[in-house]
């Protein structure tokens, strides 16, 4: 059984016969003897390997191994002479299970972030985005293992759906009909009789399973149509959405605060090398930003008072601060970074910004919304209690034009044994950006879907 090149570098003593595979980073040649560097991907270091001209097949197969061939050694672990990793591995068999040909395009040279999203299928071999994706999948697996140490149930909801949760209408189709079909309105003979859409977010169908079984959440893709070409973005992404009975918005911002900390913390501890070379590379004050929010309370504030304090800053924004308006990344990321510097909650929202679902609070002005800002990226999550009055459901639902047959099922939860309930979205992509340091979000995510672009 092949041994991880993680597992080597980390032994603690001299093993036996040795089996190591990987992709071959680099290899150099001396006279009787060659080097070369394997990596297979689980984690930032590569090992590096000896093998000696004595070896079976040394002319024909290692001095012909390019960058890029995947091979499997046989050897022994040894203590490194050099100083810059404490073992080695002594060939004594090296077979080349597959070539890479002369044009591999990843070389030690340095490429654009541009050049290398047009090689998705190539660039996890990169160090960037090795390091991206592991951190992506252990903070995949730190998100449920929160929700499950706190007694959530996970729930899949779909990604065919036929509400429209944000109200927003920027949603991609999905149809059997065609275009003259489609030109006619002969939605009854689409596949599901009506319009339907790729998600925009779980929520809606969520609330369902909260008001039964409690505390719930979805991770899963969602889909915006809308014609962003921002470094924040991007038309498939993730989203983590727990919903929570008997909850007011109070907990709602509790849990959200808990989460973003709990992630920041596991990448802490378990991403160490690969922060490290984020911390070296791409952001040099991301370890200090991570320690601080893993460390140092949230900061609460309503959104009139945001507004009041940008207004009296006296920075000059390229978006103006006005009072019924959405905060803009620059607004927010000048209350974390400058103003209370440190992470911020924002609650309570006009409620003409927001959408049907919001709980209005007594004020009549404002619903009891929050959103979670972190430095360095801004909004990282947003939430709400949800309005669990049938009556005010109602009034919303028709002050927004929408069909209240459309969501007959959506009301009904508030017919029957309504509860307070409230939940929040955590956006992967956000989190992944703020616990590396990446700036665009077509670079933590495995193939990105923007507008004009679907590779792969």
């Not at 893993?294 to 304090?309: D, G, L």
């Not at 007959?408 to 989190?431: C, I, M, N, Q």
Request: with cysteine; charged share 25%.
């Amino acid at each position: 059984m092949r041994t991880l090149v993680r597992d080597i570098l980390k032994s603690e003593s001299e093993v036996g016969d040795i089996l190591a595979q990987g992709w071959v980073r680099t290899r150099r040649d001396s006279k009787a003897f060659s080097f070369i560097e394997l990596n297979d991907g689980s984690c930032l270091a590569n090992v590096q390997v000896i093998a000696d001209a004595t070896i079976p097949g040394y002319e024909e197969s290692v001095l012909k191994i390019q960058t890029g061939a995947s091979v499997s050694i046989k050897g022994k672990l040894v203590a490194s002479s050099g100083g810059k990793q404490k073992w080695e591995i002594h060939a004594t068999e090296v077979e080349v299970l597959g070539h890479s040909h002369d044009d591999f395009p990843l070389q030690k040279k340095g490429h654009s972030m541009e050049f290398l999203r047009s090689i998705a299928h190539l660039r996890p071999r990169a160090n960037l985005f090795g390091a991206v994706f592991r951190v992506r999948s252990r903070m995949a697996y730190a998100i449920h293992q929160f929700f499950q140490e706190r007694d959530f149930i996970y729930v899949h909801t779909p990604i065919i759906t036929a509400s429209d949760c944000e109200g927003a209408g920027e949603m991609f189709r999905v149809t059997t009909l065609n275009g003259e079909q489609i030109s006619a309105g002969k939605d009854e003979e689409d596949f599901f009789g009506k319009k339907t859409y790729l998600t925009v977010s779980g929520q809606l169908e969520g609330e369902t399973f909260a008001c039964a079984l409690s505390n719930i959440y979805t991770f899963g893709p969602t889909f915006r149509a809308e014609n962003s070409h921002t470094s924040r973005h991007a038309s498939e992404f993730w989203m983590i959405e727990p919903e929570i009975a008997f909850c007011d918005l109070d907990a709602d911002m509790q849990l959200a605060e808990d989460l973003v900390q709990y992630l920041v913390s596991d990448a802490l501890e378990h991403c160490a090398e690969d922060l490290a070379f984020f911390g070296k590379f791409v952001d040099k004050g991301l370890f200090e930003r991570l320690e601080f929010v893993k460390s140092r309370a949230f900061e609460r504030v309503s959104y009139t008072e945001a507004v009041e304090i940008l207004e009296k800053s006296g920075k000059k924004f390229e978006f103006p601060v006005k009072y019924g308006h959405n905060l803009q990344s620059e607004h927010e990321r000048f209350l974390t970074e400058e103003h209370f510097k440190c992470p911020v909650t924002v609650y309570n929202y006009p409620k003409e910004i927001k959408p049907f679902y919001m709980r209005l609070n007594d004020d009549d002005k404002t619903v009891a919304a929050m959103d979670l800002l972190v430095p360095g990226i801004g909004e990282i999550v947003g939430g709400s209690q949800r309005e669990e009055r049938l009556d005010l459901l109602k009034a919303n639902m028709a002050k927004h034009d929408l069909n209240e047959e459309d969501y007959s099922w959506y009301v009904d939860l508030r017919k029957y044994g309504t509860v307070p309930h409230a939940g929040f979205g955590l956006g992967f992509e956000r989190l992944l950006m703020f616990v590396t340091g990446v700036a665009n979000i077509r670079d933590v995510i495995p193939f990105p879907r923007v507008p004009g672009s679907a590779e792969f």
